[in-house]
C-alpha cells in the first residue's frame, strides 16, 4: 500500500505510477531529503513532540540510510513516487513504528520545497567556484595581451583598435555581474521554508528557527501559503545562467569567427577541436559551437518554469514537480560548458601578428587621424570629411592611412604635418585612450590589478 493509502480502495495504475512518480530525477536530492529528515526529527525529539530516544533512532538510521545510497546499496522504487517516500520507506522498512512518526508536522509540500532550495544552494555554491576560475583565467590572460591590438568592430565592421586585453576584459566585466546575480539568487533560496506544513503550518509546536540554524538557512518563510509555493528562486536561478550562457555564447560565436581561415586570430587547442569525417583538412571549434547551442535548452527550461508557474492558484499543486527536470538540467549544463570554456581559451593559441595585421587595415585609425585635425584647430566636422576623403583615395589606389605620404595628406588639407604619422599609429590610437574603462595598457594594467584584489576578495 501507498503511503498515503488510506482513503483509497483502489490501487493506481502502473502506467500512472510511472507517470507521476518524479524518483527518476528527484532521487538526487537524496542527501538534502535525508539532512532535512535529521534536522526535523531532532526538533521534534526537543520540543516532546516525539519521545527522544525515537528522535535519536530515527536520526541514526537516516543517517545510516545515506550511506548505503552513497555506497551504492539502495534501489529506488518507483512505485514510492518520489525521493520523500523512498526515503521514508527504507526507513520504516528499518525501524518500523518508529519510523513512521518522523512525518508528524510536516507535509511533502514543505519537504519538497525545503530539499530543492538546499539542493540548488549547493549547485550555486558550485556554480560561482566555476564563474571564479574563469574570471581568475580572463584576468590572467588580459595581463598577458595588454599590448596585442586588436581590431574593435561594430556591426562587426573594422572600427578602431583595441587590445586584446581589452576584448577579455570586456567579458570579466560581465561575468562579475553574473557572479554577483548567483550570490543575489543564494540570498533568496536561503530561507527555511520547513513548518510550512501542506498549506496552513501544523498544530504541533514546532521550532522553526532551531531547523533553520541547525540546515544554515539564513531566515525562515513567513508565510506558509508561500512557503510551500514559491518557486521564484528557481526561475531567479535560472534567469541568471540564462545570462551566464548568453554570455559565454557571444564569446564562443566570437572564438569561432576568430579560429576561421579567414581571421586566424586564434588556433583552438587539439584537445578542444575535432575533425570532419569526409573533408581531411577540417579542425573545427566544435567545444565552443557546442556550448552556443547549448544555450538554447537553458533559455527553454526559464520559459518553460515561468509558462508552468503562471496559472497555478495557491498552494501546492503537482504541476510544480515540474520545476525540477529543468534546472536540474541547467545546473548540469552550466556545470560542463564553464570549465569546458575556460580550459579551450586558456590552450588557445593567440596569433597577434595576425589580429595586428587585422587591424591595420580598414582604416581603423580614421577616427585618431580626424581628431589630430582637431587638435589642430579644425572643426571636428570639417575634418571628418577631410578623412573621408583621405579614406576614398586610400581605397582607390589600395593603400593604407599611414602609407600615404605627406604630400597625399596634404592635398586634402594643408594643416597635415609629418606629426600624422605618429599620431594614427594603431599604439598611438590605443594607448592615448587612457581614461577610464578605455584600451590603454596603462589603465588595463591598472584594471588588472583592481581585479586581482576583486578575486582575491571574493
Ligand atoms: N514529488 C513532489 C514534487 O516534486 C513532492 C510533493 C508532492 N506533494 C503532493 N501533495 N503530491 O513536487
Redesign the pocket.
Known amino acids: 500500500m501507498k503511503l498515503w493509502g488510506g482513503r483509497f480502495t483502489g490501487s493506481t495504475d502502473s502506467f500512472t505510477d510511472h507517470f507521476h512518480s518524479?524518483i527518476s530525477f528527484?532521487s538526487r536530492m537524496y542527501k538534502q531529503d535525508i539532512l532535512g529528515s535529521v534536522a526535523h526529527s531532532k526538533m521534534l525529539g526537543k520540543q516532546g513532540i516525539i519521545p527522544k530516544e525515537d528522535s535519536e533512532l530515527i536520526q541514526k538510521t537516516l543517517l545510516e540510510i545515506l550511506k548505503d545510497i552513497e555506497d551504492g546499496k539502495v534501489t529506488f522504487d518507483e512505485k514510492a513516487?518520489?525521493i520523500?517516500m523512498n526515503v521514508e520507506t527504507i526507513l520504516i522498512q528499518r525501524i518500523g513504528d518508529v519510523g513512521k512518526r518522523l512525518h508528524t508536522g510536516r507535509s511533502?509540500?514543505d519537504q519538497?520545497a525545503l530539499d530543492i532550495r538546499m539542493y540548488l544552494k549547493d549547485q550555486i555554491t558550485d556554480i560561482k567556484k566555476l564563474v571564479y576560475e574563469l574570471m581568475h583565467t580572463l584576468n590572467d590572460m588580459a595581463a598577458e595581451h595588454t599590448a596585442t591590438i586588436l581590431p574593435g568592430y561594430t556591426h562587426l565592421q573594422n572600427a578602431q583598435p583595441v587590445t586584446l586585453a581589452h576584448h577579455l576584459l570586456a567579458y570579466m566585466e560581465m561575468f562579475k555581474r553574473d557572479y554577483a546575480r548567483l550570490g543575489d539568487v543564494y540570498k533568496r533560496t536561503n530561507i527555511m521554508p520547513l513548518g510550512s506544513g501542506a498549506l496552513a503550518a501544523t498544530t504541533y509546536p514546532i521550532d522553526r528557527r532551531f531547523v533553520c540554524e541547525e540546515l544554515g538557512f539564513d531566515d525562515i518563510t513567513l508565510n506558509s501559503m508561500d512557503g510551500v509555493s514559491d518557486r521564484d528562486f528557481v526561475i531567479e536561478l535560472l534567469s541568471a545562467l540564462s545570462i551566464i550562457m548568453m554570455h559565454l555564447s557571444r564569446f564562443c560565436e566570437e572564438i569561432i569567427i576568430w579560429n576561421s581561415q579567414n581571421y586566424k586570430f586564434v588556433e583552438m587547442d587539439d584537445a578542444y577541436s575535432t575533425g570532419s569525417s569526409i573533408m581531411p583538412q577540417k579542425k573545427n571549434p566544435d567545444m565552443a559551437e557546442l556550448i552556443r547551442g547549448k544555450t538554447g535548452r537553458v533559455y527553454g527550461h526559464l520559459m518553460g518554469i515561468l509558462t508552468t508557474m503562471k496559472g497555478i492558484p495557491l498552494a501546492?499543486n503537482?504541476d510544480?514537480?515540474e520545476d525540477?527536470e529543468g534546472v536540474f538540467d541547467a545546473v548540469d549544463t552550466l556545470k560542463m560548458c564553464l570549465p569546458v570554456f575556460t580550459r579551450m581559451i586558456s590552450t588557445m593559441t593567440v596569433n597577434k601578428a595576425n589580429m595586428y595585421k587585422a587591424a591595420k587595415g580598414g582604416f581603423m585609425n580614421a577616427t585618431d587621424a580626424a581628431d589630430w585635425l582637431v587638435k589642430q584647430g579644425v572643426p571636428f566636422r570639417d575634418a571628418h570629411a577631410i578623412v573621408g576623403r583621405l579614406v576614398l583615395y586610400c581605397v582607390q589606389n589600395g593603400k593604407s592611412l599611414d602609407e600615404l605620404t605627406l604630400d597625399e595628406f596634404k592635398a586634402e588639407s594643408d594643416v597635415f604635418t609629418s606629426e600624422i604619422y605618429n599620431a594614427i599609429s594603431l599604439e598611438t590610437c590605443v594607448n592615448t585612450r587612457t581614461v577610464e574603462g578605455g584600451p590603454s595598457e596603462a589603465y588595463i594594467k591598472k584594471l588588472i590589478e583592481t581585479n586581482k584584489a576583486y578575486l582575491a576578495s571574493l
Open positions: 518524479s528527484d513516487e518520489d520523500h511533502r509540500n519538497v501546492y503537482k510544480m514537480q525540477k
